[in-house]
């Protein structure tokens, strides 16, 4: 099956404790990306990768890290993290053969900052 | 910057039909995508308009006007299963790869 897999799907930490939340494509998507989701405020992009070891920053990339080693995994990384960084994240990924591709959204990683 | 904009909360009976829509400001865009999440749940594509126009899948449609910097998603024959929220996208030309949502659409359904 075609998916998208985040881990963990909830997470409680206090803050300054360095957390990575995982994410995995089996689907040979060159293109992967992390959002986050806030009452209000929609979805906002905060890294992106188009491809193997090529990252760049969406609209909110402050306080986070990414890496993209292999094709399949683009973790967040969270070096130390903050209460205003609650929020609900969403990893996503998609294939870039045509004009337009339609996003395929992990089931999400809800983080508590406390 | 660049901006979507949509309504906050949508509300119709079931049967009925309902359109969201979503306008923007910016100078050029690839084309206007709408997503569905129940719930806080994964996100899931519904339509794309890359041409100005209408485009239909089944009960779901979306329409495109350029020229009027402004889409809409319409929903008929709406089912209860339809309460959900939903978010409109582009991605702006000139801005790399960031794909922008809008604030999206709370749609609740009645009997």
């Known amino acids: 099956e075609a998916q998208v897999t985040q881990n963990p799907r909830y997470l409680i930490t206090v803050t300054g404790k360095k957390l990575t939340v995982t994410c995995s494509q089996n689907?040979?998507?060159?293109?992967m990306s992390w959002y986050r989701q806030d009452p209000g405020l929609g979805l906002r992009q905060i890294y992106y990768?188009?491809?193997?070891?090529?990252?760049d920053k969406g609209d909110v990339p402050e306080g986070y890290k990414v890496s993209r080693k292999e094709k399949r995994n683009f973790p967040l990384i969270l070096e130390s993290p903050s209460p205003n960084q609650t929020s609900l994240y969403f990893c996503?990924?998609?294939?870039?053969?045509?004009?337009?591709?339609?996003?395929?959204f992990g089931n999400g990683t809800r983080l508590t900052v406390t | 910057g660049q901006s979507l904009e949509q309504p906050s909360e949508v509300t119709a009976v079931e049967g009925a039909i309902v359109q969201i829509n979503c306008t923007y400001q910016?100078?050029?865009?690839?084309?206007l995508s709408w997503y569905q999440q129940h719930d806080g749940g994964a996100p899931t594509f519904l339509s794309y308009?890359?041409?100005?126009g209408l485009e239909e899948t089944g009960r779901f449609s979306s329409f495109l006007s350029r020229s009027d910097s402004y889409g809409y998603l319409l929903l008929q024959e709406l089912q209860m299963k339809d309460s959900a929220s939903y978010f409109c996208?582009?991605?702006?030309?000139?801005?790399?790869?960031?794909?922008?949502f809008g604030t999206g659409t709370q749609l609740k359904v009645e009997l």
């Open positions: 910016t100078s050029g865009f690839y084309g």
């Open positions: 308009n890359g041409l100005d």
């Open positions: 689907m040979n998507h060159e293109y």
């Open positions: 996208a582009v991605l702006f030309t000139g801005g790399g790869n960031k794909l922008t």
């Open positions: 996503a990924s998609s294939s870039v053969d045509r004009v337009f591709s339609p996003l395929h």
């Open positions: 990768s188009m491809n193997v070891e090529v990252t």
